[in-house]
Nanobody, 124 residues
Framework: QVELVESGGGLVQAGGSLRLSCVAS????????MGWFRQVSEKEREFVAA????????NYANSVKGRFIISRDNAKNTVFLQMNSLKPEDTAVYYC?????????????????WGQGTQVTVSS
């Protein structure tokens, strides 16, 4: 059984940066795809970025392209989200997810395991 734990969230001013981390604990196969999603309380969970096992395939939401970078360290069973040029509209709870089947996707229903989330708040 695997557990995902996010960290790195916090309060930052617009234009600043944060790096989120998600560590998988427990005995498991290395997920083929790991992704980041975000959600505000009254809205649906939104795709942010995802990356394949070898890091050769990645995908980003249009809203974060050029600002966010997803990466992973399989030896440490960790996925990162480097967030630069943050905007107030980036404010959300950020979740990491893992999936073992298929390609990199942007649908929440495709992911098998989720973390508890970490709050990111961007002030003006």
């Amino acid at each position: 059984q695997v557990e995902l734990v996010e960290s790195g969230g916090g309060l930052v001013q617009a234009g600043g940066s944060l790096r989120l981390s998600c560590v998988a604990s427990g005995r498991t196969f290395i997920p083929y795809t790991m992704g980041w999603f975000r959600q505000v309380s009254e809205k649906e969970r939104e795709f942010v970025a995802a990356i394949s096992l070898g890091g050769y395939s990645s995908n980003y939401a249009n809203s974060v392209k050029g600002r966010f970078i997803i990466s992973r360290d399989n030896a440490k069973n960790t996925v990162f989200l480097q967030m630069n040029s943050l905007k107030p509209e980036d404010t959300a709870v950020y979740y990491c997810g893992a999936k073992w089947l298929g390609a990199v996707t942007s649908r929440t229903s495709d992911y098998d395991v989720w973390g508890q989330g970490t709050q990111v708040t961007v002030s003006s």
